[in-house]
């Protein structure tokens, strides 16, 4: 049974807009965030896609940001959280080590980059693994779903993805226990419009 899963990065937040180091900790959605969100669900309306499951990090963030989207219940699971950077939580973002961080913030209290991956990796898994639900909804964050998608990119069907902004959305579909990218979207804030990457993709 070949399922499809709509993952969705959430809106901007007080710390994204002071560029501070978000993972575990936590910040309200500013107003261009509640903006985000809600032109993020402006996508599946107009194409009227119908979830029949969601789920969203325990983080308010995304919790917010999902009930911006859909009115639907939801559950809550701590596998969708963001990296943990341990004791660089809440701090500038200057202080982040240079791209890829590897296992740089496990020396810090934080986790090690294959831990946390793989922590998403499981979890989103088991959500696509129960019941016979089409078409399931997540709301995580953005070192999170860049992750999952990393981890899928050999499946993918639009090539490797960047720029993961704030109230983007992957789609997957999932067959036989694996996953493949068929769209990635982000959004023209300015004008309420979705750029989807399936359109211009060439691989």
């Known amino acids: ?52 499951k969601a789920y969203s990090s325990t983080s308010e963030r995304a919790s917010d940001t999902l009930e911006l989207v859909t009115k639907m219940d939801y559950i809550r699971l701590k596998g969708l959280k963001e990296w943990d950077f341990g004791t660089f ?15 740089f913030f496990a020396a810090y209290g934080g986790e090690r980059e294959k831990d946390f991956q793989n922590r998403i990796v499981t979890t989103i898994e088991s959500i696509m693994s129960q019941g016979e639900y089409e078409v399931i909804f997540a ?29 983007c959305i992957l789609k997957f579909e999932f067959e036989n226990g694996a996953f493949s990218l068929v769209n990635f979207i982000n959004h023209d804030f300015e004008n309420g419009t979705h750029i989807e990457a399936v359109k211009t993709a060439t691989t």
């Not at 939580?89 to 296992?103: F, M, Q, W």
């Not at 709301?139 to 902004?165: D, M």
């Open 139 to 167: 709301v995580s964050h953005g070192a999170a779903c860049a992750q999952f998608a990393r981890y899928w990119e050999n499946t993918s069907k639009i090539g490797i993805i960047s720029g993961l902004k704030n109230g």
């Open 89 to 103: 939580e809440g701090e500038s973002e200057d202080l982040n080590p240079a791209l890829p961080y590897g296992d």
């Open 1 to 52: 049974m070949k399922k499809t899963l709509y993952l969705m990065r959430h809106g901007q937040t007080l710390f994204n807009e002071r560029k501070k180091i978000q993972g575990f900790c936590d910040a309200p959605l500013t107003e261009l965030g509640i903006k985000q969100a809600k032109i993020a669900g402006s996508y599946f309306q107009e194409n009227n896609i119908q979830f029949d």
